[in-house]
């Protein structure tokens, strides 16, 4: 989580110094819930497919700092080898796929790699995750992709970050249902509820719904209620936010509640928390150094084809 926030502060200042191309989504005040999941994961087992603001998730899975800063500084050495977004970025070999910007899309696509270990005989004891928000409950690929899951009883663990705002449009305008959960009851799936911003709460129910998913519970839903503590990006000032959902409980920043959390049960000291956001910080500033220092691709030198195009040659040879 300290990882994740530091090197996201560091993203939105390069953004607004023009250093950035393309957008800059962070994360901030979702990362207990991003984190728990995929810490509650297997790298090199288990599927996690990532949204804009899962940078804690994706640390917390194993992903190399040096994918986030070469890919959002466009360095060829990244995964995407700085010819995609700087957000769409994955290693599906590894059990992380690129991020997909259609809402829902993950859903779908995380069953559809479950399936597909169904029919190869290597699912037992897998577990596929995915995160979206409040609004993509709203979609027809969260429908599709849920009840998909449902039916086949896939091991999915869909985790809803209730950021209370689908960019400007709030819960009012986008359920009538009293809570997001009570969707599970219709998809015949087990739903959880969590606080978002309580780090302990949400390592408790994530390590559930995990083991659940796992046993072969079939799908769980996780609805985790908390609020974005920036603009929907950085270009977004978040003028439409209520003050009173601000200064209430979902308003809590999850670093500072885990931070007390921590220090409270024993678990670390406060120097030793101070330790670990340095050792982040040195971390951070080491891989974007070396991003900023590789080269950009250059389409007069660059190697590469479309995928289709490289078939077509293919199979027209001789």
């Known amino acids: 989580m300290l990882t994740a926030r530091v090197l996201e502060n560091k993203l939105g200042s390069l953004y607004k110094a023009g250093k950035i191309v393309g957008g800059v989504y962070l994360g901030k005040g979702q990362e207990a819930v991003s984190a728990s999941l995929a810490t509650c994961l297997e790298k090199g087992r288990d599927v996690f497919a990532p949204l804009i603001r899962d940078q804690a998730g994706r640390t917390a899975f194993g ?21 995609d977004g700087n957000i769409h970025r994955g290693r599906p070999a590894e059990g992380m796929p690129a ?45 599709e992709g849920l009840n998909t899951a449902a039916v086949e009883k896939l091991p999915l663990v869909l985790t809803v970050a209730n950021n209370q705002y689908a960019y400007s449009t709030p819960n009012v ?89 921590m220090v409270d049960g024993g678990f670390a000291g406060g120097d030793e928390i101070d330790t670990w956001q340095e050792e982040a910080a040195q971390t951070v500033q080491q891989a974007l150094a070396q991003a900023q220092k590789e080269r950009s691709p250059d389409p007069y030198q660059d190697d590469w084809q479309a995928y289709a195009t490289h078939l077509s040659t293919y199979y027209n040879q001789d």
Do not use: N
Not at 64 to 82: E, Q
Not at 117 to 143: E, M, N, P, Q, Y
């Open 63 to 83: 992903e190399d700092l040096l994918d986030c800063t070469r890919t959002y500084l466009g360095s060829v050495d990244g995964p995407m080898r700085g010819r």
């Open 173 to 261: 305008h986008q359920f009538a249902c009293e809570r997001l959960v009570d969707k599970a009851v219709g998809y015949g799936v087990r739903g959880h509820q969590v606080d978002g911003t309580d780090m302990l709460a949400c390592v408790e129910v994530m390590y559930e719904a995990v083991e659940r998913a796992r046993a072969g519970e079939g799908p769980q839903l996780v609805v985790a209620e908390m609020l974005r503590l920036t603009g929907h990006g950085e270009h977004d000032d978040a003028f439409y936010v209520d003050a009173a959902i601000k200064q209430s409980g979902v308003g809590r920043d999850c670093l500072e509640v885990g931070r007390k959390q």
């Open 99 to 143: 991020m997909i910007s259609h809402l829902g899309a993950s859903i779908s696509l995380v069953s559809g790699m479950l399936l597909a270990k169904r029919l190869k005989g290597t699912l037992d004891g897998v577990v596929g995750a995915t995160c979206i928000g409040d609004g993509c409950t709203s979609t027809g690929s969260f429908h």
